[in-house]
């Protein structure tokens, strides 16, 4: 979701699958594989968490002022757009305030893409295997749309193992000074919540999370693929050239279809936040609000989550905090990615396949 969070972070697929359909590819044949497949997927997962903290810190105050706008209690608004938002927090919890939430957030990298990184290598062979039994060839290999398929289930799997992570870190980030209680930290943080509110509070909000990748994912194929087409035919402004699109081109065609799947899964991703604020005692007072307006949000299940919100705050709530999201999607640290990706692969970036551009977004 749009995310991990829809998210991209923790967003439903990651280019980690695509090191993963490579070390597949390379062991094929190999009962084991051997030190230096071993040493590469470790360089990869390295590499990948580097990259990944890298441009998560760079976007950190966007993502945290996204989940403020979010969550905030619509009777006693602080953060106003993205502008004054930041200036808020700028003001009132100075440069560290910026940056709530994201040590919590990059910890959660290593572990997410390594569980995505395995995961998707059983889940492409389970669908390969249907694949081949329903078109009764024995040698068929994954398409780009069944790789799609083998990337969200891991997706999937990778967010639900490390889903309490998130689900603490979204509480790390909207505590502010004047909280009535603070979390010291994501260790303190799980085991608080763990001993006040049980196992299953670690959890609020993975359903909308779940369900949101299927829109995102699907749509962010079916854009990509569908602007790749019309360039290659149309042709407009240079753009193209012996029919072949540029890195250049291809990242911003995944800029603009993961900004598509992104707007379109935003809801779950808002819904996704509010039910994990829930229960939570000593909320802080972003949540509850000040004085008159002071009151814990109550949901019983995300559907209850929705009607509420869409009643008491309108439709429009159910996209507060798009446009700092939209700018953090949009932030050039895409190139960032690749380049490390590509230095463990040991490839130069425009070498880097075709069907690859599908998953740089996630």
């Given at each position: 979701m749009a995310s991990e969070d829809v998210k991209p972070s923790e967003k439903?697929?990651?280019?980690?699958?695509?090191?993963?359909?490579?070390?597949?590819?390379a062991r094929e044949g190999v009962k084991a594989p051997s030190s230096h497949a071993v040493l590469s997927i470790c360089k990869s997962l390295v590499a990948g968490g580097v990259a990944g903290g890298v441009s998560r810190t760079a976007v950190a105050?966007?993502?945290r002022l996204k989940i403020l706008l979010q969550v905030q209690n619509?009777?006693?608004?602080?953060?106003?757009?993205?502008?004054?938002?930041?200036?808020?927090?700028?003001?009132?919890?100075?440069?560290?305030?910026?940056?709530?939430g994201n040590g919590t957030n990059c910890a959660r990298i290593v572990p997410n893409s390594a569980v995505k990184f395995f995961s998707y290598e059983q889940a492409s062979k389970a669908i390969l295997l249907m694949y081949q039994q329903q078109t009764g060839n024995e040698n068929a290999q994954l398409t780009p749309l069944l790789r799609l398929g083998a990337g969200a289930c891991a997706g999937i799997i990778a967010m639900s193992a490390t889903y309490p992570m998130d689900m603490v870190r979204g509480r790390l980030t909207v505590q502010t000074e004047k909280s009535p209680y603070q979390y010291r930290g994501m260790f303190h943080a799980l085991s608080t919540v763990l001993r006040e509110e049980g196992p299953r509070a670690l959890y609020k909000g993975w359903l909308p999370s779940v369900i949101g990748v299927v829109p995102y994912v699907g749509l962010n194929f079916a854009?990509?693929?569908s602007l790749k087409d019309w360039l290659i035919k149309a042709r407009p402004f240079g753009l193209i050239e012996d029919s072949e699109l540029s890195v250049t081109t291809r990242l911003a065609c995944g800029a603009a279809a993961g900004t598509v799947g992104q707007t379109v899964a935003y809801p779950l991703d808002v819904i996704r936040r509010?039910?994990?604020?829930?229960?939570?005692?000593?909320?802080a007072s972003i949540i509850k609000g000040d004085g008159m307006a002071k009151t814990a949000p109550e949901y019983n299940g995300m559907i209850d989550a929705f009607r509420k919100t869409v009643r008491y705050e309108g439709f429009g709530a159910l996209y507060k905090g798009l446009v700092p999201n939209s700018v953090?999607?949009?932030y050039p640290t895409l190139n960032v990615q690749l380049r490390i990706q590509s230095l463990a692969e040991g490839q130069p970036g425009n070498a880097i396949p075709e069907w690859k551009f599908t998953w740089i977004l996630s």
């Amino acid at each position: 979701m749009a995310s991990e969070d829809v998210k991209p972070s923790e967003k439903a697929v990651s280019t980690f699958v695509n090191l993963a359909e490579e070390a597949k590819l390379a062991r094929e044949g190999v009962k084991a594989p051997s030190s230096h497949a071993v040493l590469s997927i470790c360089k990869s997962l390295v590499a990948g968490g580097v990259a990944g903290g890298v441009s998560r810190t760079a976007v950190a105050p966007l993502e945290r002022l996204k989940i403020l706008l979010q969550v905030q209690n619509p009777h006693n608004i602080k953060y106003n757009g993205t502008i004054q938002g930041l200036k808020y927090i700028w003001r009132t919890e100075g440069f560290r305030g910026l940056f709530k939430g994201n040590g919590t957030n990059c910890a959660r990298i290593v572990p997410n893409s390594a569980v995505k990184f395995f995961s998707y290598e059983q889940a492409s062979k389970a669908i390969l295997l249907m694949y081949q039994q329903q078109t009764g060839n024995e040698n068929a290999q994954l398409t780009p749309l069944l790789r799609l398929g083998a990337g969200a289930c891991a997706g999937i799997i990778a967010m639900s193992a490390t889903y309490p992570m998130d689900m603490v870190r979204g509480r790390l980030t909207v505590q502010t000074e004047k909280s009535p209680y603070q979390y010291r930290g994501m260790f303190h943080a799980l085991s608080t919540v763990l001993r006040e509110e049980g196992p299953r509070a670690l959890y609020k909000g993975w359903l909308p999370s779940v369900i949101g990748v299927v829109p995102y994912v699907g749509l962010n194929f079916a854009v990509y693929e569908s602007l790749k087409d019309w360039l290659i035919k149309a042709r407009p402004f240079g753009l193209i050239e012996d029919s072949e699109l540029s890195v250049t081109t291809r990242l911003a065609c995944g800029a603009a279809a993961g900004t598509v799947g992104q707007t379109v899964a935003y809801p779950l991703d808002v819904i996704r936040r509010r039910m994990q604020m829930v229960g939570w005692k000593d909320a802080a007072s972003i949540i509850k609000g000040d004085g008159m307006a002071k009151t814990a949000p109550e949901y019983n299940g995300m559907i209850d989550a929705f009607r509420k919100t869409v009643r008491y705050e309108g439709f429009g709530a159910l996209y507060k905090g798009l446009v700092p999201n939209s700018v953090k999607i949009l932030y050039p640290t895409l190139n960032v990615q690749l380049r490390i990706q590509s230095l463990a692969e040991g490839q130069p970036g425009n070498a880097i396949p075709e069907w690859k551009f599908t998953w740089i977004l996630s």
